[in-house]
Antibody, heavy 118, light 111 residues
Framework: QVQLRESGPGLVRPSETLSLTCTVS????????WSWIRQPPGKGLEWIGY???????NYHPSLKSRLTMFMHMSQNQISLRLTSVTAADTALYFC????????????WGQGIQVTVSS | QSVLAQPASVSGSPGESITISCTGT?????????VSWYQQYPGRAPKLMVY???KRPSGVSDRFSGSKYVNTAYLTITGLQAGDEANYYC???????????FGGGTKLTVL
């Protein structure tokens, strides 16, 4: 059974860097695409970016200048770094397995709440 | 277009059917058969209910069905149950550089 679990700090100060990790069990991260998706409080879902099995990335244009995604193959983890955060980055962050043929998200982690505040 | 257009809320009584619409453009919903739908309970992770407009993942009830006409996709739920009360989001591949775009979400209330 494939499971995804997000981890990281729940509170980040404005202008600092947000770092999150998604640990995948039951499947190899080298065999799928993996996305990060976020949901601001009371709002809808927003795709942030994905990491594919070749190591290539695709980021949302609005976040491209601040976002980095990378893999830790030995630990079967996908990580996200978002720099210069503001209150607008406050959200519930999910990692999700991504079907690259048909562009849908078939498995999700439980999510991690991140608040940007001083 | 930043988000696909969904009604903020829909409601129905147990046993009834409801349909949620998801309107985009020819650059997303209308241009590709790559629409998916997700069910989300408050504070929980979304769950895939429909993909490629009409297909259901294994384990999803056949009470849930998807369709599309021109630039609008639809999710229909028949035989409404109390457990269907949740938020529903549509999602479509887009050729405009943001990979996929989500709808704003629809809150389904089972009366």
């Amino acid at each position: 059974q494939v499971q995804l679990r997000e981890s990281g700090p729940g509170l980040v100060r404005p202008s600092e860097t947000l770092s999150l990790t998604c640990t995948v069990s039951g499947a190899s991260i080298s065999r799928n695409y993996w996305s990060w998706i976020r949901q601001p409080p009371g709002k809808g879902l927003e795709w942030i970016g994905y990491f594919d099995y070749s190591g290539a990335t695709n980021y949302h244009p609005s976040l491209k200048s601040r976002l980095t995604m990378f893999m830790h193959m030995s630990q079967n983890q996908i990580s996200l770094r978002l720099t210069s955060v503001t209150a607008a980055d406050t959200a519930l962050y999910f990692c999700a397995r991504t079907n690259d043929d048909s562009d849908f998200f078939d498995l999700w982690g439980q999510g991690i709440q991140v608040t940007v505040s001083s | 277009q930043s988000v696909l257009a969904q009604p903020a809320s829909v409601s129905g009584s147990p046993g009834e059917s409801i349909t949620i619409s998801c309107t985009g453009t020819s650059y997303d919903v209308g241009g590709y058969d790559l629409v998916s739908w997700y069910q989300q309970y408050p504070g929980r992770a979304p769950k895939l209910m429909v993909y490629e407009v009409t297909k259901r993942p294994s384990g999803v009830s056949d009470r849930f069905s998807g369709s599309k006409y021109v630039n609008t996709a639809y999710l229909t739920i028949t035989g409404l149950q109390a457990g269907d009360e949740a938020n529903y989001y549509c999602c479509s591949y887009t050729g405009l550089g943001t990979y996929v775009i989500f709808g704003g979400g629809t809150k389904l209330t089972v009366l």
